[in-house]
């Protein structure tokens, strides 16, 4: 049987909130925070070649964190989940590295869905990394280009086209399809963490597509949005056609 797997509520509000709210009473400094390295991490091995053209240098990058996240959980939440707690005052969350004028950023659950994220990543087994498919990002670019234009949030693109619709245009998929969706953040560090905790999200939805061991490849596109600053897509599946 093949499986679609969106989660419920299409993208979930938390994913707008979490990156789009400013909490003015934020006085940690953004410049004092750091923008942790991947140093000791197969890099080479890991992020999408160099000459995938069709590949701007933040989709290799999200393509790089969500494959250390997905080949080794432990260190991935030890090196750039467990830290995220520490710019966190009380639901309040300020991005580590992030633009100096951005003051901080509302979340619902605040620290503790850190927490939960870290031990949760601590405790999973390592997956395969994700290969790069030129296929499912180009249906990644259908749906971020369609809500750049549109200024559209959710699955269902302007057209009324579905994630089954976008994938089919461009071929055939193996076994089953997924797709995570995120608005505002601008590095895939932010991108992937972001999606990890997965705050305000009760069933971890976006998590479960990220460390779901069916997904062979992905598709990664990013545009920008016009009430969100940035919309990125990730289109995952077991295989392309």
Sequence with gaps: MKKINLLNNAVSLIQKTLWLSVCLSMTVSAASAPDWPTAGWPVKKLAPADDLSYLSALEKNIILHLNMARTDPSRYSKEFIAPRSAFYNNKMYLEPGGPENFIGLKTQEGVSAVDEAATVMNSTKALGSLKAHKKLTLAAQDHATDQSKHGGTGHVSHDGSTLQNRVERHGKWQHTIGEN???????????????LVDDGVKNRGHRTNILKNDYKIVGVACAKHSSYRIVCVMDFAGGME
């Design 181 to 195: 969706i995120i608005y505002g953040p601008d590095s895939g560090r932010e991108v992937v963490v972001g999606l």
